[in-house]
C-alpha cells in the first residue's frame, strides 16, 4: 500500500500534492484497492470554482459509485482528459497518471485540515 510522504490526505480518500500555489488531486492508493476495478471517472467539467469539502464528481468501480470531495478550496485549472477514455489508469498509478484535477489553491491554511501520512496510516489501519 502505498502512501507517499509528501502528499496531504483527506478523511475521504482523496490526496493532494502541492506545488506552490497549485494542487494536483487524485484518491489514494488504498481507496482505489478498496473500490476495486475502476470502470468510470466522471469529473464535473461545468465547475470551475470549488470550496474544501465540496464534490468535483464521481468514480465508478464495478460494485459501486463514490464521489470525489476537494480537500482544499479553489479554481479548477485543469481537468485529466486521459481518465476520459482510460479510467483503469487509477487503479494502476493513482498518485501519477491516474490523478484528477489541479486547482490554484485559493488558501493554503486549508492544509491545515489535511491528514499528513502518518495520520492517513492511522485512519485506514497501515
Given amino acids: 500500500m502505498l502512501i507517499p510522504e509528501d502528499l496531504k490526505y483527506?478523511?475521504?480518500h482523496e490526496w493532494i500534492r502541492v506545488e506552490g500555489n497549485i494542487g494536483t488531486i487524485g484518491i489514494t492508493d488504498f481507496a482505489q484497492s478498496?473500490?476495486?476495478d475502476i470502470v468510470f471517472v466522471d469529473l464535473n467539467k461545468n465547475k470551475t470554482e470549488l470550496?474544501?469539502?465540496?464534490?468535483?464528481?464521481?468514480?465508478?468501480?464495478v460494485k459501486t459509485?463514490?464521489?470525489?470531495?476537494?480537500?482544499?478550496?479553489?479554481?479548477?485549472i485543469e481537468f485529466n482528459s486521459s481518465l476520459e477514455s482510460n479510467a483503469e489508469i487509477?487503479?494502476?498509478?493513482p498518485y501519477g497518471e491516474g490523478w484528477m484535477i489541479?486547482?490554484?489553491?485559493?488558501?493554503?491554511?486549508?492544509?491545515?485540515?489535511l491528514l499528513?501520512?502518518?495520520?492517513?496510516?492511522a485512519l485506514i489501519g497501515k
Fill in 10 to 12: 483527506t478523511k475521504e
Fill in 34 to 36: 478498496e473500490l476495486g
Fill in 51 to 61: 470550496k474544501q469539502g465540496e464534490v468535483f464528481g464521481t468514480i465508478e468501480a
Fill in 65 to 76: 459509485v463514490s464521489d470525489l470531495f476537494a480537500p482544499v478550496s479553489g479554481k479548477i
Fill in 90 to 93: 487509477v487503479n494502476k498509478d
Fill in 102 to 113: 489541479k486547482i490554484e489553491i485559493s488558501d493554503l491554511k486549508e492544509l491545515d485540515n
Fill in 116 to 121: 499528513d501520512a502518518e495520520a492517513y496510516k
